[in-house]
C-alpha cells in the first residue's frame, strides 16, 4: 500500500493512469476508516488533499466553482454560503468540527454513499462534477456521475477536480433526520431549491434509495402551485400533497439504523417543512437563520 | 515500508520504517513515544485521538501518517510549557473534568482549538464545538464548566489558585 | 472589581472529608502522561490477537492453525487444548471457555490467540487460522429459552436463576388495577477505553497489567485456569478507561497471561472498538410484565409481575442481576402484597452481565410506568401517589427486609418535582441546536410538543444474598507521610481521591501518598455496586484510625501522658490540658507507623425460596424529573432539561459526587433514547460508535441538582453511601416518561426510536398482555387468567 503524495495535478493523474488500483485520498475520513479496519487498497494512495488545482472556489460566469478538496468547514464560508446556503447547512451536519475539517466535498463524490450529506444539494442545484485524467477533462451531471450505492460514473484513473453550480436567483433548504442532535449519519435528508429564474422547484433526497433521487412529480406539482408572480407563494393547503408525493418517490429500505416505512414519511415531512419555509409566508422563524 | 520525517510540538521526528497505511495516531503512540493522543474508535467517532495539524483539528486516526511529513502536528503533550500546564488543562483540573481521563486528552485539544478561535463562545457553540469528542463518564456537565472557567479566567474575572504540587516518594 | 478566586485551591478546602479535593490523577491525564493499559510498553513485547466466532451457535468441525504459526513473526497460536488448568471461567459459575472447544454458543466467541511481533502481523496470522463450523440453529428467544422443553444449549440447561417473591397475600385485590408489558434493549457500557493489558512472564508464574474493575477476582480465575497457585499470577492495576461493569468479567487476561508464558516474552493485546463490542457483556435486554393493584385512595395493594432477563450464552454475573431486578422490581414504595417471578435465561445472544444499575434499571422504567398508568387510572396527581406510597425507614420490603438505615423517598420525590421547571431561554429560540434534530434544522418551533416525566428508584449499595464482601487496606506514616495501599480499583470514579481525603481527615495531615493497586496486599473486591465507598473506604479509614491509636499510644508512651488526653489537631497531636503540643512529624520521627485493616460490612443473608431475607446492606435512592420537546411527525427528541435529587448519606466530595450524578445521568438519557445493541439472529449488527449511539454534549443539558439529601446511613463510614448507580436508574425511566407525555401515549420500550413515536406507528399494546413465558398453559397464577 505504497504511498505518494505529488505536488500537482498532473503528477496525480499520472500515477492514476499508470497505476490500475491506485486510490486518491484527501481528508481520509472514509478510507482511512477503512485501512484501520485492515481492509487495505491494494494499490497505491496518491494524496490530493493539497493539491493547489484542487482548492479554492471561484466564480466563473454565473456560476460557482468548487474545488474538489474543499473541506466541509471551508463550505460554511459565509461568502460561499450566501450564494449556496444549502451547501453550507449540510457541511454543518457532517460530523463532527474534526470531520469537517478534513473531509471533503471531493471527497463525498467520490465514496457515493446513498447517505452522502452534500449530495441530495448537490443533485438539486443541478451540480456537474468535473474529472480529470491524463486523457482530459470532462464534465457530467452529479445525477449521471452517481450511478448507485459507492458507485460513480468515473473511470478508474479519473479523479474528481471541482463540482460546478450554476448559480441562480433561488431559495434553498436542506433537512436531515439522524437519531442523536449530533454526528449522525442522515436517516434522510431532503434538499430543496425553489428556483426563482427558472420557475422551478427542485427536491432531492438523500438515504431513501440507492443513491439521491429527485421527486419529480412532486417537483412539477410544486412548481405549478407556487404563485411565482407573487412573491413565489405557496398555498399551505398545498403541502399534504406535496409531502405524499415526495414520500412516494421514495425507494428506502428496512436496515440497522431505520425502517424503510419512517424514512419515507420523514422524506415526505422534510420537504413539506421545507417548501413551507421557503414559500409559505410569513417565513417561518427558521428559514434563512444563520444559526 | 515508508519512511518520512513528522514535525511534532516543534520537534523533529524522523519515521524510519513504518508500514505505509500507519495512521498518524498509530505512529504518535507506538512509534514517537506519544501516547497523549487515545485510540478510542478508530473512525472519527469519537474526538480521543484529536490532534491539530498544520493549526487544524482533526483525528489523528484518520490522518495517513505518511502523509503529514512536513506539516505541522501538536498533541496534547505540546501544550504544557516549562512544565507549566496550560490554562486549559488547569481548567479542566480544577473543574473536576477528569474522571478517568481516557477522552481528556482529545477535549482538551478541542477546548484549545475552540477558544483560540473564538474567545467568548456561548453555550449552544461551545457544545457544537464539543460534539466530536465523546465523554461516558462526566455526562459533559464539569468539562463545560471547565471551558467556562477558562473564558472567565482569560477575560481576568477569576484566577487560578496555584495548586501545591502532589507529594511523591 | 477584582476577580473571583476560585480553582483548586479555594473549593478544596485542606483536602478533607466533604472538601471538593482534586483528584491525585488530574494533571497527568490532562498532560496524557497517564498510563492506560494501551499505553504500556515493556521491552521486547509482542502483540496479541484473538480469533472470533462468526456465528451464534455452532460446532466446530476442524480447526487447523498451521497456516498461522509457520507465518513469519508470527510466535504463538493457542487454541483450548493449550489451556493447561481449568478451561472454564466466570464470576459466579464457572461456565465460560477462556478458548472454545467443540462448540460456540455466541458471535464473537474467543476460539485461539496468537502473538506476534506486530500487530498487523497478529491479525493476519488469525485470518490464516481455518476454522470449519457446522453452523446450528441460535436460540435467540428468551421466552423459549424460558420454556423447559425447548432443548439446553447449555449442560446445566437454559434457565440461569428463576427467582420468585412471594410476600402477604397473593389473593389481594385492588379496587383498581392496571397492566403493562414493558421491554428495554440491550445496553453497552461502552467505556471508552477499550480492552487493554500487558502480560510478562517471571520464572515461578506470571505479571499482568490489566485494567479491570476487580484485580482478586481476576486473579482467582486467571490463576485457575493457567493450573498455577494464586500467589504465581501477580496483577497490578493499569489506568482505566472507564468501566461501568464492562470490566467486571474477564476478558482478555487468560488470553494474555497464556501468550505470555508460553512465547516467554511480554504480551500486549489493544481490543479495537468492534472487538470490544463483542469481548465484554452488556446490559441484560429485558421484558416486563406487571399488574398493578391499588385502593381507591392511591395505595398499592399487590404487585404481580413477570421479569424475563436474556442473559445471552454465558452465565456471568445473571443470578444477582435478576435478584436485584426481582428485589426493586415494584420501586421504592411500599407494597404489603407481591408476586413477583424473575427469571433470567441463556440464550445464543451475546453474554450479558453487570452494568451501572444491575437490573434495577430496566425494572424502574417498568415500575415507574406503571406508577404513571396508576395515577391516570386513579385521577391522581402522579407525584402525590408516589408520595403517598413512598417508603419509609422501618418500613418491610417486599422480600421482607425492614429498613434499618434511611430512606428518605419522600424528601428525594419532594425536592426534584418541586424545583420550578426550567425558564425558556430567549437566546435559544430561534437557534436550530436549540430544538430536535439539531442544525439538521428538521424542526420549527411550532412542530414541537412539550412533555414532562418524572421517576423514582432505587436499588442496594454492596452486595447482598449474604455474599461477604469485604475490603483490606493498609496505611502507613513515616516522617509525617502516610501512604495508602489498597487494590481498589480506580475506574474514574475517584477513590483515589476519597482514600486521601479520609487519611488527611483521621490523620491530620495533608501528604497522603497512594501506592499502586496490586494483589500483594489482600482484596479489595469489585468496582461496582456503588460499594467502594463504603468497604474500601471503611478499610481505609480503618487502618487509617489504627495508625492514628498507634501514634497516639507512641506519643503517651514517650511523653508519659495517658493515651485518652491525647488528640490529632491539624497536623499537631495536643494534649487536653495543654501539657503536649507536638508537630506530627516530630512526634513519630524514627518510627514506621503501619496498619492492615480487612473491613467487612454487616452482614446479609440469602433470599428463601418465598423471596424473603435479611438480603442487602443499605439502600440508596434518587429521582429525575425530565423535561423533553418532541417533534411528533419525526419522531425526534431533544431533552430540555432534567433535574435530580439524590439521598447520598453524605457528601464526602462534592465536586466527584457532582460528576457521578452527571455521568450516571447522562447514561439513563442515552439508554432512554438512543442506545441499543441491535442483535438479529444471534449477530450483533451495530459493533461501532458510527451505530451504537452515545450521548454527544449536544444530547444531554446541564444536570440540576435539586437536593442532595444527606442523612447520614448508621454503620456507614462517615454515613456515607454510594452514589454512583442511582443516577442511571431513574434517568432513563424520567425521559421516557417524559416523551410519552409529549406524544400523549406511554412509551412502553426503551430505547424509543423515532419511528416508534411517530403518528403511524403501531398501537401501543392494549388489554391484557400475553404471559411471557412460551407455552403457558394459563394455570401459571400471574398473567391473564383467560386468553
Known amino acids: ?291 | 515500508m515508508t519512511a518520512f520525517t513528522l514535525r511534532v510540538n516543534g520537534d523533529e521526528h524522523a519515521v524510519p520504517d513504518a508500514w505505509d497505511g500507519e495512521s498518524l495516531l498509530y505512529v504518535l503512540r507506538e512509534r514517537l513515544g506519544l501516547p497523549g493522543a487515545k485510540n478510542a474508535c478508530e473512525q472519527g467517532e469519537c474526538g480521543s485521538c484529536s490532534v491539530l495539524v498544520d493549526g487544524a483539528l482533526v483525528c489523528s486516526c484518520l490522518v495517513l501518517a505518511a502523509g503529514v511529513a512536513d506539516h505541522d502536528v501538536t498533541t496534547v503533550e505540546g501544550l504544557v510549557v516549562d512544565g507549566v500546564l496550560s490554562d486549559v488543562q488547569q481548567a479542566f483540573v480544577d473543574a473536576g473534568a477528569v474522571q478517568c481521563g481516557f477522552c481528556t486528552p482529545g477535549l482538551v485539544m478541542t477546548v484549545t482549538d475552540l477558544l483560540a478561535r473564538d474567545g467568548e463562545p456561548d453555550d449552544l457553540e461551545v457544545r457544537e464545538a464539543l460534539a466530536g469528542n465523546l465523554c461516558r463518564c462526566t455526562g459533559y456537565g464539569r468539562v463545560l464548566e471547565a471551558v467556562r472557567t477558562t473564558i472567565r479566567r482569560r477575560r481576568g474575572d477569576e484566577v487560578a489558585v496555584p495548586v501545591p504540587a502532589p507529594v511523591t516518594r | 472589581m477584582s476577580p473571583t478566586v476560585t480553582g483548586t485551591g479555594r473549593r478544596a478546602g485542606r483536602g478533607r472529608v466533604g472538601d471538593s479535593a482534586p483528584r491525585p490523577d488530574g494533571i497527568p491525564k490532562v498532560q496524557g502522561q497517564f498510563a492506560f493499559g494501551s499505553d504500556l510498553f515493556a521491552a521486547g513485547m509482542l502483540w496479541g490477537h484473538t480469533l472470533r466466532a462468526p456465528h451464534p451457535s455452532a460446532r466446530i468441525v476442524a480447526l487447523d492453525t498451521t497456516a498461522a504459526s509457520t507465518m513469519a513473526g508470527v510466535h504463538a497460536v493457542l487454541t483450548a487444548d493449550d489451556v493447561p488448568g481449568d478451561l472454564l471461567y466466570g464470576l459466579e459459575v464457572r461456565d465460560q471457555p477462556v478458548l472454545a472447544r467443540d462448540v460456540v454458543r455466541y458471535v464473537g466467541e474467543p476460539i485461539a490467540v496468537v502473538a506476534a511481533d506486530h500487530p498487523e502481523i497478529a491479525r493476519r496470522a488469525c485470518a490464516a487460522i481455518t476454522v470449519r463450523y457446522d453452523e446450528l440453529d441460535p436460540l435467540v428467544d428468551p421466552e423459549l429459552a424460558a420454556d423447559a422443553s425447548t432443548p439446553a444449549i447449555h449442560p446445566d440447561g437454559n434457565v440461569v436463576r428463576r427467582l420468585t417473591i412471594r410476600h402477604g397475600d397473593l389473593g389481594a385485590t385492588g379496587d383498581v388495577t392496571v397492566e403493562g408489558a414493558y421491554e428495554v434493549g440491550m445496553q453497552d457500557q461502552a467505556p471508552l477505553g477499550t480492552e487493554a493489558g500487558l502480560a510478562i512472564p517471571g520464572d515461578a508464574g506470571v505479571e499482568l497489567f490489566v485494567p479491570t474493575q476487580s484485580l482478586h477476582g481476576d486473579r482467582s480465575q486467571i490463576a485457575a485456569c493457567l493450573g498455577l497457585p494464586e500467589e504465581a499470577v501477580h496483577i497490578t492495576l493499569a489506568g482505566v478507561g472507564g468501566a461501568f461493569g464492562a470490566r467486571e468479567d474477564v476478558s482478555l487476561q487468560v488470553h494474555l497471561c497464556l501468550l505470555a508464558l508460553r512465547t516467554g516474552r511480554p504480551v500486549k493485546m489493544v481490543y479495537d472498538r468492534e472487538e470490544s463490542f463483542y469481548g465484554h457483556v452488556h446490559r441484560h435486554p429485558a421484558r416486563l410484565w406487571y399488574r398493578h393493584h391499588a385502593d381507591r385512595d392511591g395505595r398499592i395493594v399487590k404487585v404481580e409481575a413477570r421479569l424475563l432477563l436474556d442473559g445471552g450464552a454465558y452465565t456471568s454475573s445473571s443470578p444477582a442481576v435478576i435478584a436485584n431486578a426481582s428485589c426493586f422490581a415494584a420501586g421504592p414504595y411500599l407494597v404489603p402484597n407481591a408476586h413477583i417471578d424473575g427469571w433470567v435465561v441463556r440464550t445464543n445472544n451475546p453474554p450479558c452481565g453487570a452494568m451501572r444499575g444491575f437490573g434495577a434499571v430496566q425494572t424502574c422504567f417498568a415500575h415507574e410506568a406503571q406508577m404513571d398508568r396508576l395515577a391516570e387510572a386513579l385521577a391522581m396527581d402522579p407525584i402525590d401517589l408516589r408520595l403517598r406510597n413512598a417508603l419509609a425507614p422501618g418500613d418491610r420490603l417486599m422480600t421482607g427486609q425492614v429498613i434499618t438505615g434511611t430512606a428518605p423517598v419522600a424528601e428525594v420525590i419532594r425536592a426534584c418535582a418541586e424545583l420550578p421547571l426550567p425558564e425558556p431561554d430567549p437566546t435559544e429560540a430561534d437557534d436550530w441546536r436549540a430544538r430536535p434534530g439539531g442544525v439538521g434544522r428538521t424542526t420549527d418551533p411550532g412542530d414541537l410538543r412539550r412533555g414532562v416525566g418524572f421517576a423514582v428508584g432505587f436499588k442496594n449499595i454492596a452486595f447482598s444474598e449474604g455474599f461477604d464482601d469485604y475490603s483490606t487496606a493498609r496505611v502507613d506514616l513515616s516522617d509525617g507521610i502516610a501512604t495508602v495501599t489498597c487494590a481498589c480499583a480506580e475506574v474514574g470514579q475517584g477513590f483515589v481521591t476519597l482514600a486521601q481525603q479520609i487519611t488527611r481527615e483521621v490523620l491530620g495531615i495533608d501528604d497522603v501518598v497512594l501506592a499502586p493497586a496490586d494483589t500483594s496486599i489482600g482484596s479489595a473486591g469489585s468496582t461496582s455496586a456503588s460499594r467502594q465507598t463504603w468497604v474500601s473506604g471503611g478499610a481505609v479509614l480503618a487502618a487509617a484510625e489504627a495508625v492514628r491509636d498507634q501514634l497516639l499510644a507512641h506519643v503517651a508512651r514517650t511523653r508519659g501522658t495517658p493515651t485518652d488526653h491525647l488528640a490529632i489537631d491539624d497536623g499537631r497531636i495536643r494534649a487536653t490540658d495543654g501539657s503536649v503540643d507536638v508537630g506530627i512529624v516530630e512526634a513519630g520521627a524514627g518510627v514506621a507507623f503501619t496498619a492492615t485493616v480487612e473491613y467487612h460490612h454487616a452482614p446479609t443473608t440469602e433470599l428463601d425460596e418465598d423471596g424473603q431475607g435479611d438480603a442487602h446492606l443499605s439502600f440508596a435512592f434518587a429521582a429525575h424529573r425530565a423535561v423533553v420537546d418532541v417533534d411528533p411527525e419525526l419522531g425526534l427528541v431533544r431533552l430540555v432539561d432534567l433535574a435530580t435529587a439524590q439521598d447520598v448519606g453524605r457528601v464526602i466530595n462534592p465536586l466527584q459526587l457532582r460528576g457521578q450524578l452527571e455521568g450516571g445521568a447522562a447514561q439513563g438519557v442515552g439508554l432512554a433514547l438512543m442506545e441499543e445493541i441491535i442483535v438479529e439472529g444471534g449477530l450483533v449488527r451495530n459493533p461501532s460508535f458510527t451505530d451504537y449511539l452515545i450521548p454527544t454534549v449536544l444530547d444531554v443539558p446541564d444536570l440540576r441538582i435539586a437536593a442532595l439529601i444527606e442523612q447520614p446511613e448508621p454503620g456507614a463510614p462517615f454515613g456515607a453511601k454510594g452514589v454512583g448507580e442511582p443516577p442511571t436508574i431513574s434517568s432513563g425511566a424520567a425521559v421516557a416518561a417524559a416523551v410519552g407525555a409529549a406524544v400523549g401515549c406511554p412509551v412502553s420500550r426503551i430505547p424509543v426510536r423515532p419511528q416508534d413515536l411517530t403518528t403511524d406507528a403501531p398501537a401501543a399494546p392494549a388489554g391484557r398482555a400475553p404471559c411471557l413465558v412460551r407455552g403457558c398453559s394459563g394455570s401459571c397464577t400471574i398473567g391473564p387468567a383467560t386468553q
Open chain 1, 1 to 291: 500500500m505504497p504511498v505518494v503524495v505529488p505536488s500537482n495535478l498532473r503528477e496525480a493523474l499520472a500515477v492514476l493512469a499508470t497505476e490500475p488500483d491506485a486510490v486518491p485520498i484527501a481528508g481520509g475520513t472514509d478510507l482511512m476508516v477503512a485501512i484501520n479496519a485492515g481492509r487495505h487498497p491494494v494499490g497505491t494512495v496518491v494524496g490530493v488533499g493539497a493539491l493547489p488545482e484542487l482548492r479554492g472556489w471561484r466564480r466563473d460566469g454565473d456560476d460557482l466553482v468548487l474545488g474538489a478538496a474543499l473541506t466541509y468547514r471551508e463550505l460554511a464560508d459565509p461568502v460561499l454560503a450566501s450564494g449556496c446556503p444549502a451547501l453550507a447547512q449540510a457541511a454543518r451536519t457532517v460530523g463532527s468540527p474534526q470531520i469537517r475539517n478534513a473531509g471533503t466535498i471531493g471527497g463525498n463524490l467520490a465514496t457515493a454513499s446513498p447517505a452522502g450529506d452534500a449530495l441530495p444539494v448537490l443533485v438539486a442545484l443541478d451540480a456537474t462534477v468535473e474529472l480529470a485524467s491524463t486523457r482530459g477533462t470532462r464534465a457530467v451531471s452529479v445525477t449521471d456521475y452517481l450511478v448507485g450505492p459507492k458507485r460513480t460514473d468515473a473511470e478508474r484513473d479519473e479523479l474528481v477536480v471541482a463540482v460546478r453550480i450554476p448559480l441562480s436567483d433561488s431559495r434553498q433548504e436542506f433537512l436531515k433526520v439522524g437519531t442523536r442532535n449530533a454526528m449522525v449519519i442522515a436517516v434522510a435528508s431532503v434538499a430543496a431549491v425553489v428556483d426563482l429564474d427558472a420557475r422551478h422547484v427542485r427536491l432531492a433526497m438523500g438515504s431513501v434509495g440507492p443513491t439521491v433521487l429527485r421527486a419529480h412529480d412532486a417537483e412539477a406539482f410544486a412548481s405549478d402551485a407556487i404563485d411565482w408572480d407573487r412573491g413565489a407563494q405557496l398555498d399551505p393547503a398545498a403541502l399534504p400533497t406535496l409531502g405524499a408525493l415526495v414520500a412516494d418517490a421514495a425507494r428506502p429500505i428496512d436496515d440497522h439504523r431505520s425502517t424503510a416505512s419512517y424514512r419515507r414519511r420523514c422524506v415526505g415531512v422534510l420537504a413539506t417543512r421545507a417548501l413551507r419555509r421557503l414559500c409559505v409566508a410569513p417565513p417561518a422563524a427558521g428559514a434563512g437563520l444563520a444559526a
